[in-house]
């Protein structure tokens, strides 16, 4: 995505009378925005916050960006699915990285993301710290707490606080979420591996068979180990809560839980070997 061809790729996909982007997909929408986003200086055509600003339009009353959003229908997923979120949530710190200073549109993606954040920390899991599949339904039998999601919202919480994005009062957040990341899903092995366990294999929607977007639907995909998407985003979150744990080093010679963070970096590593 982030090569020449990528970026053509996504040049050519056709945006809707609105003007906006669209993707059924929220890989998609990470990796399209952080291709387009390298162009942001030289791109006449915001296509690229019009993209993140229609999708915190799509916010409901829950708070939560409706992943999925099918514009060219005009219809939305009925589920937050908690990947989709996630893939939204780090886009959107990302991609602010490559926003100038100045831009017009700057103060608005900000705004969306304490929104986002908002919702997100609402719908945290209280005891575990970790978020579900389906992430505003996690009363409802059936859903459960996904590994790839967290890491997620764990990365883009802790990077928005260090970039200053988000008030410091969300490390606490992204800290209690590695924590449980850490306790749930990481699965050390007796000859010194390491295993990431809890993704959601795949979600999507349309397609033959027919993916609906329902609750029900995102409860049926099979649960996995592994899984690129979750590693990478654990290795994401990984390095950003050890840099939160450097910086509190620094600022206060006391450091972070050795409880919580102590073995992450040997845990990311192993992941990578």
């Known amino acids: 995505m982030l090569t020449g061809n990528g970026v053509a790729f996504v040049l050519r996909v056709p945006a809707t009378r609105h003007g906006d982007w669209w993707s059924t997909q929220g890989w998609w929408i990470f990796a399209g925005t952080a291709a387009v986003s390298l162009l942001i200086p030289v791109l006449a055509q915001g296509h690229i916050s019009s993209l993140l600003l229609f999708g915190a339009a799509a916010v409901a009353v829950s708070g939560i960006y409706t992943p ?18 996630g893939w939204y949530a780090m886009a959107l710190v990302d991609t ?15 705004q969306i993301l304490k929104r986002l954040a908002t919702a997100v920390e609402k719908y945290q899991d209280p005891k575990s710290g970790l978020w579900y599949q389906v992430l505003d339904k996690g009363d409802v039998k059936g ?20 970039r200053g994005y988000l008030p410091a009062s969300y490390l606490a957040v992204a800290r209690k979420g590695y924590q ?9 092995e007796p000859g010194g591996g ?18 609906d977007g329902s609750y029900e639907y995102y409860l049926s995909e099979k649960v ?30 006391a450091g972070s839980p050795r409880g919580v963070l102590g073995n992450h970096t040997e845990q990311h590593t192993k992941l990578c070997s």
């Not at 999925?68 to 979120?85: D, K, N």
């Not at 390491?194 to 993916?211: I, Q």
């Open 194 to 211: 390491v295993n990431l366990r809890g993704t959601v294999s795949v979600a999507g929607l349309g397609g033959n068979p027919y993916r």
């Open 143 to 162: 859903n459960y707490l996904e590994a790839s999601a967290s890491c997620m919202f764990v990365y883009a919480l802790g990077k928005a606080v260090r």
């Open 68 to 85: 999925g959003i099918m514009l060219l229908a005009e219809r939305f997923e009925p589920a937050r699915r908690g990947r989709a979120v």
């Open 180 to 188: 449980g990341i850490t306790t749930r899903f990481i699965e050390n």
């Open 224 to 253: 996995v180990t592994n899984d690129p998407k979750g590693v990478g985003a654990f290795l994401l979150a990984s390095v950003e809560m050890e840099t939160a744990e450097k910086r509190s080093t620094r600022g206060s010679h």
């Open 96 to 110: 602010l990285d490559q926003f100038p200073e100045h831009h017009p549109q700057r103060g608005a993606l900000l």
